[in-house]
């Protein structure tokens, strides 16, 4: 509520003009909710007829806003799902005037949440190399994991199916989604972009491709990768507008789509946010939301809310991640460290190592750093060995001009590769000390590029070296691709079952889909006294065989080739 000081000044909420006065830079947000539909309704007729004025004598969709008789505040939106209108005011005495006004129950102020994380750098993670450079055609680990492909097989791939991801907006020409895309809309006023919900952070394109990547184009396969593709921007650089998400989960009522995914949060809820939440569930809207990057035992918002569905992510060995909240609040969990999926064109990183050992150039599995330089083009040259990279590893070699061939162990790989550095190496290449491959930190940003390889690869090149010259091309290069971890990506591996649920039985409900997508999930190992697991890993396949019960109508039984 907002605090009333001093002798207010009563404004009649009633109108009966429009008024064209441009939007305020300084002016402040907020929804107001009123005691009677018809009251609503009124503002809605007049911001209808506003618009249709507007659009027939200026072509264009320009926002005024229906002012308040008296001030300036105006009605700038009306959101009907939830039956709240979005007011404007320059002067916070108005809305103090208009909260106290018996027509209206309650008025709450615009506050924004932080823009949701990628946790690129929380620690060391085992990856497959293929799916950082994306030259493989295998699934990234998680849809895998969640059994998506045998769903497939079970069923059909989500093609019924439409879902929504509100969140930093989405790349629609991405060449993992363009299919896929349906339509989009901007709620953060956001502007210079290619196109208004266009998604200049990285992280909505990123949760859109696990959800529903065609694997058509790229070979990128979402969990759901029939389902259609809507977006809604509700986050940009300052941040995630109450008022925004509000806005989107509006639009998506409205749209009537099966599955929103939100891969967004903060500590605190609201009232009016809660409204929005319980009109979803009312509408069958099911919302699948991320559980939260804190590593404590509290459950964010909007995932905390009783009629959201909360995801906690996983390692790739299914152990709790250790930044993924929990509480009584977690539904289930899935697969949110090191997942590999789209992001805005170019805006990736992929690395390349290609090696020379005296027989021709050979490319080998490589992943690139956090912290290492994006480059153009490849970085060539002479490997020479310098042990784990200590300063007196250095002493009696000359990597000036080369590059550094690294052992990893004891200090962290930033060490190593800034002590390369420091004596003139023009790339740095650290091998395992265990089989495979891992990205790692360098805890800063170098100019150089720093990959990881194998340690039989990075062994043999140490062999090799001693007795030839052994050369390499590297480099981490611009890509469509890249791979992050949070809650967040967990979150979208959910509603892509879900997606598929409602695509092969469209008449579950969004109840009985969160309660068959527990019913159906894989028990972990591990300590879940908390709520530290949910209902355990999300399993697809189990879930979509139990989404066709005896007696399922023609349609979902073709749908699913019975």
Same mark, same amino acid.
């Given at each position: 509520?907002i605090?009333?000081?001093?002798?207010?000044r009563?404004?009649?909420?009633?109108?009966?003009?429009?008024?064209?006065?441009?939007w305020?830079?300084?002016?402040?947000r907020?929804?107001v909710?009123?005691s009677s539909?018809?009251?609503?309704?009124?503002?809605n007729?007049?911001?209808?007829t506003q618009?249709e004025?507007?659009n027939?004598?200026?072509n264009?969709?320009?926002?005024?806003?229906v002012?308040?008789?008296?001030?300036?505040?105006k009605?700038?939106d009306?959101?009907?799902a939830?039956?709240?209108v979005?007011v404007?005011a320059?002067?916070?005495l108005n809305?103090?005037?208009i909260?106290?006004?018996?027509?209206?129950?309650k008025?709450?102020k615009?506050?924004?949440i932080p823009?949701p994380?990628?946790?690129?750098?929380?620690?060391?993670?085992?990856?497959?190399?293929?799916f950082?450079?994306f030259?493989?055609s295998s699934?990234?680990?998680?849809?895998?994991?969640?059994?998506a492909?045998?769903a497939?097989?079970?069923?059909?791939?989500?093609?019924?199916?439409?879902?929504?991801v509100?969140d930093?907006g989405?790349?629609?020409?991405?060449?993992a989604?363009?299919s896929?895309?349906?339509k989009g809309r901007?709620?953060s006023?956001?502007?210079? /972009?290619?196109?208004?919900f266009?998604?200049?952070?990285?992280h909505g394109t990123?949760?859109a @491709? &696990?959800?529903? #990547?065609?694997? %058509?184009t790229?070979?990128?396969?979402g969990?759901a990768?029939?389902a259609k593709?809507?977006a809604g921007?509700?986050?940009?650089?300052?941040?995630?507008?109450?008022?925004?998400?509000?806005?989107?989960?509006?639009?998506?009522?409205?749209?009537?789509?099966d599955?929103?995914?939100?891969?967004?949060?903060g500590?605190?809820?609201?009232?009016?946010?809660?409204?929005?939440?319980?009109?979803?569930?009312?509408a069958?809207v099911l919302?699948?939301?991320?559980?939260?990057?804190g590593g404590n035992?509290?459950?964010?918002f909007?995932?905390?809310?009783e009629?959201?569905?909360?995801v906690?992510a996983?390692?790739?060995d299914l152990?709790?991640?250790?930044f993924?909240q929990w509480?009584?609040? /977690?539904?289930?969990?899935a697969?949110g460290?090191?997942?590999?999926?789209?992001v805005?064109? @170019? &805006?990736?990183? #992929?690395?390349t %190592?290609?090696i020379?050992l005296?027989?021709?150039?050979?490319?080998?599995?490589s992943?690139?750093?956090d912290?290492?330089?994006?480059?153009?083009?490849?970085v060539?040259?002479?490997?020479v060995?310098?042990?784990l990279?200590?300063?007196e590893?250095?002493t009696?070699i000359?990597?000036?001009g080369k590059?550094?061939?690294i052992?990893?162990?004891?200090?962290?790989?930033?060490?190593k590769?800034?002590?390369?550095v420091?004596?003139?190496a023009?790339?740095?290449?650290?091998?395992?000390n265990?089989?495979?491959v891992m990205?790692?930190?360098?805890q800063g940003?170098?100019d150089v590029?720093v990959?990881m390889?194998?340690?039989?690869?990075?062994q043999n090149m140490?062999?090799k070296?001693?007795?030839?010259?052994?050369s390499?091309?590297?480099g981490?290069l611009?890509?469509d691709?890249?791979?992050?971890?949070?809650t967040?990506m967990?979150?979208?591996?959910v509603?892509?079952v879900a997606?598929?649920?409602?695509?092969?039985n469209p008449?579950l409900t969004?109840?009985?889909?969160?309660?068959l997508l527990r019913?159906?999930?894989?028990?972990l190992?591990g300590?879940n006294?908390?709520?530290?697991?949910?209902?355990g890993?999300i399993?697809?396949?189990?879930a979509v065989e139990?989404a066709?019960p005896?007696g399922?109508n023609?349609h979902?039984?073709?749908?699913?080739?019975?």
């Amino acid at each position: 509520m907002i605090k009333k000081t001093g002798k207010l000044r009563i404004i009649s909420l009633i109108t009966a003009t429009a008024a064209l006065l441009p939007w305020t830079a300084n002016a402040e947000r907020y929804l107001v909710e009123f005691s009677s539909s018809q009251t609503f309704q009124s503002y809605n007729q007049q911001l209808s007829t506003q618009d249709e004025l507007l659009n027939q004598f200026f072509n264009s969709p320009v926002q005024q806003g229906v002012q308040f008789m008296n001030s300036d505040a105006k009605v700038m939106d009306a959101l009907d799902a939830v039956e709240l209108v979005v007011v404007e005011a320059n002067d916070e005495l108005n809305i103090e005037a208009i909260e106290s006004h018996p027509s209206v129950v309650k008025v709450e102020k615009e506050f924004f949440i932080p823009l949701p994380d990628n946790i690129k750098s929380f620690g060391e993670f085992h990856v497959n190399a293929n799916f950082l450079n994306f030259k493989s055609s295998s699934n990234p680990w998680g849809i895998d994991a969640v059994k998506a492909p045998e769903a497939w097989e079970a069923g059909d791939k989500g093609g019924n199916a439409r879902v929504m991801v509100l969140d930093t907006g989405v790349d629609k020409d991405h060449p993992a989604l363009a299919s896929r895309f349906e339509k989009g809309r901007d709620f953060s006023n956001s502007s210079g /972009l290619p196109y208004p919900f266009f998604d200049d952070q990285g992280h909505g394109t990123h949760v859109a @491709g &696990t959800v529903l #990547a065609d694997g %058509v184009t790229t070979g990128l396969y979402g969990v759901a990768p029939e389902a259609k593709l809507l977006a809604g921007k509700v986050c940009a650089a300052r941040g995630c507008s109450s008022i925004a998400i509000i806005s989107g989960v509006n639009w998506a009522v409205e749209e009537g789509v099966d599955v929103v995914n939100m891969s967004l949060g903060g500590p605190f809820g609201s009232d009016f946010a809660r409204k929005a939440y319980v009109a979803a569930e009312e509408a069958d809207v099911l919302i699948v939301a991320a559980s939260g990057n804190g590593g404590n035992s509290r459950v964010g918002f909007p995932a905390a809310y009783e009629t959201t569905f909360a995801v906690g992510a996983l390692n790739p060995d299914l152990t709790k991640a250790e930044f993924s909240q929990w509480g009584p609040e /977690l539904d289930i969990v899935a697969p949110g460290v090191d997942v590999l999926s789209s992001v805005p064109q @170019g &805006t990736g990183a #992929a690395s390349t %190592v290609l090696i020379d050992l005296g027989e021709g150039e050979v490319e080998v599995e490589s992943a690139g750093m956090d912290g290492s330089a994006i480059t153009d083009e490849l970085v060539g040259g002479e490997i020479v060995y310098a042990g784990l990279g200590k300063p007196e590893d250095f002493t009696d070699i000359d990597v000036n001009g080369k590059v550094a061939l690294i052992q990893r162990g004891e200090i962290a790989f930033g060490d190593k590769a800034r002590e390369a550095v420091s004596n003139g190496a023009k790339a740095v290449i650290i091998f395992n000390n265990e089989p495979g491959v891992m990205r790692g930190t360098l805890q800063g940003q170098l100019d150089v590029p720093v990959v990881m390889i194998d340690q039989e690869v990075g062994q043999n090149m140490v062999e090799k070296s001693a007795g030839i010259v052994v050369s390499a091309s590297l480099g981490v290069l611009p890509s469509d691709y890249s791979s992050f971890q949070g809650t967040s990506m967990a979150s979208p591996h959910v509603a892509g079952v879900a997606a598929l649920v409602r695509s092969i039985n469209p008449e579950l409900t969004s109840a009985e889909v969160k309660d068959l997508l527990r019913t159906t999930a894989i028990q972990l190992e591990g300590d879940n006294s908390q709520n530290q697991l949910g209902a355990g890993l999300i399993d697809a396949k189990a879930a979509v065989e139990a989404a066709l019960p005896a007696g399922c109508n023609d349609h979902v039984a073709a749908a699913a080739g019975f």
